[in-house]
């Protein structure tokens, strides 16, 4: 049977969710490398990947299908997990780790609705990884089957087109699609929480304790990772939330001065970044029904975003008020104007402008705040010259019951 490869390296990149989900899975476990591969009879190529190890493989690239384990694999049909090669009694004197050069390794099947097995999500890295537990396999279980079905929906949605016979309801299989979502929701709010809460308070026990200025510098790193990761798993839940689920959900209150909240949130990024210097002008006079939360974390995402891209010599302008039947919140930040091109794509979900190339995030911030923007019943929009980049939320103006 012949193979078009170049039809699976489209249908994986026309799949948005891939690169997150590498991204993800890069971050979680602490692997260097993550692809999505075709793996068929007697090829093995990348169609999507992740390398901060620099294992030089893009997608297109391929492997020699011996060489692999995803070939035996695609045979037996289920996932490999090796947390330390050199003390495993089945990979130990294994080909592969000894070709390839690593130590920890996970790979899942990805399997077609019909039962065809596509290819793998596979993960290495040259050092050990704590790999084999239920949260990290569960992990990659629902990212399999998550790219097993859009793989499976866009085969019928091509036939459908061909056919024209096809309606687009006979396609979505509903109750598949809640499944996947309802996991995939599962999965980040919780099986991911967990450890990194356990993480967090090993961290702050060993604060506790008499360090050594090295420990003392090495705790607080992991302090700073599991904020970062913390943050990263609620930008990716709040995006499956959008996408996949019902929408953000607010809880709106009009008790809580939105002045002080405001306040607070800007106090924070000027403790991170004490050599920026950041200014508010808040005059919020009337009260304002919203959800608290979610109008400090547009705040943080918008002032975040400023402090990135802007001008470091010049100050970021934080402006708050109540006007004739409305709130409105803006940021604003001197630096190079920002391309009519890109302004159109600012709010599209993983669309990240390029900085500097230690920039970290999933490029879900401003996303993210455009939602919540539009679940306040309000619109978040962007202005760009040589004097300035202005980001203005506008909401109307609720009665608090």
Known sequence: ??????????????????????EVICRTTGMGFAAVARVSEDRWIACAVRDDIQFGLQPGGELKLETTICHEIR???????????????????????????????????????DGTFFGTLCAIDPRPARLNNPETIGMFKVFAELIGFHL??????????ANLATSEADLLDERKTSELREQFIAVLGHDLRNPLAS?????KMLRRESLSPKGSTIVG???????????????????????LGSGLTLERDAHVPLGEVLEQVVDELRAAWPERRIDTQLAVTKSVSCDRARVAQLLSNLVANALTHGASENPIVVRAATLDGSFELSVANHGEPIPPATLKRLFQPFFRVAARPSQQGLGLGLYIACEIARAHGGSLDVSSDQEETRFTFKMPLVQAF
């Open 1 to 22: 049977m012949t193979t078009n490869f170049e039809a699976d390296l489209a249908a994986i990149d026309r799949i948005q969710a891939v690169p997150t989900i590498l």
């Open 75 to 113: 045979q037996a049909g289920t996932e490999v997990v090796i947390d330390h090669v050199a003390e495993d009694p089945t990979y130990c004197r294994h080909h592969t780790p000894a070709m390839y050069g690593f130590q920890s390794y996970i790979s899942m099947p990805i399997v077609l609705a």
């Open 152 to 161: 499976s929906a866009g085969e019928r949605l091509t036939a459908s087109e």
């Open 199 to 203: 993480i967090d308070a090993g961290a």
């Open 221 to 243: 790193l992991i302090q700073n990772s599991v904020g970062r990761m913390a943050e990263l798993i609620d930008n990716v839940l709040d995006f499956a939330h959008g996408r």
